[in-house]
């Protein structure tokens, strides 16, 4: 059985020169690196979640206006941490975080071959899937909306993520057949995390690294690899 292991702080951007909990478009562009056109994406985004959010239960409604930190911020921390993914596989997508964001940051983005990025967005509710799916066409994101359970899809991708979706032990069921083809997986976790890997030691054996979140104190990011059934 591999221990956790703690790493040093991924992100080279000094989170310390702008308080998260009081990030803007300009703070979250010095952090992210973001473009001009991306910082535009993004607000785009923001509007049509509020929008929707008033319809049907996408993020919690006070959160909204900490888009930057809490949702757009804790989601972009994870692309320094795979510079080199192309493709990336979201379950449990909801209302975008942290897939939308990743695909917003990797538009355009070509590597030498000549292939895009890509970004699966798999979600088993449709309403869910009416909202994703109308951001990546009014933004023209290189994702693809999947209307279906996280186990039942079959691909393969660089890595796999999720966000408050499941308890890790259910959580790595849903990605275990992406891993199986050669994912890494990287989850956004909150201050249960280690509990949550103690928990799912039952039923799987894998390696985990436990990152820091960038986003929030209590946060954690877990980077996982080798997985197989205990």
């Not at 929008?51 to 919690?60: A, P, Y």
């Not at 989601?75 to 990336?88: C, E, I, K, M, V």
């Amino acid at each position: 059985m591999s221990a956790a292991r703690a790493l040093p702080d991924p992100i080279t951007a000094d989170p310390g020169s702008v308080d998260p909990a009081a990030l803007d478009a300009a703070g979250f562009a010095s952090l992210a690196g973001a473009t001009p056109e991306q910082l535009a994406d993004l607000a785009r985004f923001e509007t049509l979640l509020g929008d929707w959010n008033g319809r049907m239960n996408l993020v919690g409604p006070a959160t909204l206006p900490q888009f930057w930190s809490r949702h757009a911020w804790d989601s972009a921390q994870l692309l320094p941490l795979a510079p080199d993914a192309r493709t990336w596989a979201d379950l449990g997508a909801g209302a975008g975080f942290p897939g939308l964001v990743l695909a917003i940051l990797l538009n355009g983005r070509a590597d030498p071959g000549g292939q895009g990025p890509r970004v699966h967005l798999v979600e088993s509710m449709a309403k869910r899937c009416r909202f994703l799916a109308e951001v990546v066409t009014e933004l023209a994101l290189p994702a693809q909306v999947i209307n279906a359970r996280a186990e039942d899809v079959k691909l393969k991708v660089d890595v796999v993520t999720a966000r408050a979706v499941a308890p890790l032990t259910r959580l790595l069921s849903y990605a275990q057949p992406f891993m199986a083809r050669g994912a890494r997986a990287l989850f956004l976790k909150g201050q249960d995390a280690e509990a949550e890997i103690a928990e799912a030691r039952a039923a799987w054996r894998f390696d985990v690294d436990i990152l820091p979140s960038q986003s929030d104190p209590r946060g954690r990011i877990l980077s996982i690899e080798r997985l197989s059934r205990a």
